[in-house]
Structure formats: structure tokens, C-alpha cells
T-cell receptor, first 114, second 115 residues
């Protein structure tokens, strides 16, 4: 079946602008995660959604970052007033509730803030 | 806090030979999962192999196997009969069974396969 999809694939923006990144999880997956991968670095956890529970926002680096998940499916990560240090690849992953241990990743969105 | 360390930023191997990628981690938990993910230039993270800490037997998946040493908190990945398609970044990751569901990743090892 279809995997996790993300859009856009690449995004170039100017410092100070807002951006929205979209993630479509695998159908039926109730858990959804956002990670950030800065150049040459490992992945850094940002936020986690599970069903109707309150999201785990413990990884969000500042209040300029927010995310929502509508209808338990699609998620949008919003970065307000972007800064150059926000430039990174943003990866989304999803998993089944009964198979918590395996997270399936999308291809990511590469964000470049000029 | 849990941490994962990959001490080899880059590794290279001749095609058809065997290579081992190192990973160590730090945790006070007794039950957890460990993973190796592969990230080719396409950016998509692909699960290579996983290990449950309560299992003593090392996980294997075709040409990929792990050497899990729980007491030493070591989790290395062995790739046998290396193929050109194995060239990628490899990330070791940790997740506790209880509590936070996030994966904690190492910094990655870039693997080059020489023909």
C-alpha cells in the first residue's frame, strides 16, 4: 500500500515568512511523529500525536513551531517567522497503535530559509 | 536522558565483503527497542533491523545482523556480502517500551561501497 507522503518535497522561503509542511500518514496508522534533521546531523524529535490524546510537544524548539493533526490523519507542521537555523529536512513518520515499535518514514521536506 | 552514539562518521567496504557499524547507547531502562535505519540519497528512512532488549538472540534479516551486548550497551550492525545498493547513511536508534514514544537517533555513519 501507499507509504507516508510529505509535501512539498522542497521549500525555499525568506527569513521571517511562515511555512506549512504537510504529512499524510499510512492509512490506519494512529500515531504520527515529526522529526528534524539538520545538515550532517541525526534526527531530532519534534512532536508526537497518538489518536485523540494530547500531543507530546516536548521536542518543539520554540513557540514559533506548532503542529496539528486533523481528523486523526493528515498533519501540518507550521513554522512562523522562519529563521536561517530552521533550515533542515523535516521528516514525518507514522505507526500502528499495536505496533508501536516500528515507525515508517516519509521522504521528508527540505526547507531552506534564505 | 537517553543518548545514542555512533563513533564512525564514515566507513567504506569493498563490494562483497563484510562491514560492521558500531553503536553504543546510554539508558537506565531495562526494556527498550533498538533499531538500525538506512537513509539513501532519496532521504527516506528505511528500517533495516530491530532488536527487543528482552530477547537474548541477536536479530538477523538476510545479509544484515546485529551484535547486541546489553550489559555493554552496544548494538553493532554487520552487513555481509556488501552490495552497491547498501551505500547510504545508517542511523542507530533507541526507544523505550514505556513512556515517551520518540526515537532517539545517533549521528549516523556514512557507508560507501567500493566496486
Amino acid at each position: 500500500g501507499a507509504g507516508v507522503s510529505q509535501s512539498p518535497s522542497n521549500k525555499v522561503t525568506e527569513k521571517g515568512k511562515d511555512v506549512e509542511l504537510r504529512c499524510d500518514p499510512i492509512s490506519g496508522h494512529t500515531a504520527l511523529y515529526w522529526y528534524r534533521q539538520s545538515l550532517g546531523q541525526g534526527l531530532e524529535f519534534l512532536i508526537y500525536f497518538q489518536g485523540n490524546s494530547a500531543p507530546d510537544k516536548s521536542g518543539l524548539p520554540s513557540d514559533r513551531f506548532s503542529a496539528e493533526r486533523t481528523g486523526g490523519s493528515v498533519s501540518t507542521l507550521t513554522i512562523q517567522r522562519t529563521q536561517q537555523e530552521d533550515s533542515a529536512v523535516y521528516l514525518c513518520a507514522s505507526s500502528l497503535a499495536l505496533q508501536w515499535e516500528t515507525q515508517y518514514f516519509g521522504p521528508g521536506t527540505r526547507l531552506l530559509v534564505l | 536522558a537517553q543518548t545514542v552514539t555512533q563513533s564512525q562518521p564514515e566507513m567504506s567496504v569493498q563490494e562483497a565483503e563484510t562491514v560492521t557499524l558500531s553503536c553504543t547507547y546510554d539508558t537506565s531502562e531495562s526494556d527498550y527497542y533498538l533499531f538500525w535505519y538506512k537513509q539513501p540519497p532519496s532521504r527516506q528512512m528505511i528500517l533495516v533491523i530491530r532488536q527487543e532488549a528482552y530477547k537474548q538472540q541477536n536479530a538477523t534479516e538476510n545479509r544484515f545482523s546485529v551484535n547486541f551486548q546489553k550489559a555493554a550497551k552496544s548494538f553493532s550492525l554487520k552487513i555481509s556480502d556488501s552490495q552497491l545498493g547498501d551505500a547510504a547513511m545508517y542511523f542507530c536508534a533507541y526507544r523505550p517500551i514505556q513512556g515517551a514514544q520518540k526515537l532517539v537517533f545517533g549521528q549516523g555513519t556514512r557507508l560507501t561501497i567500493n566496486p
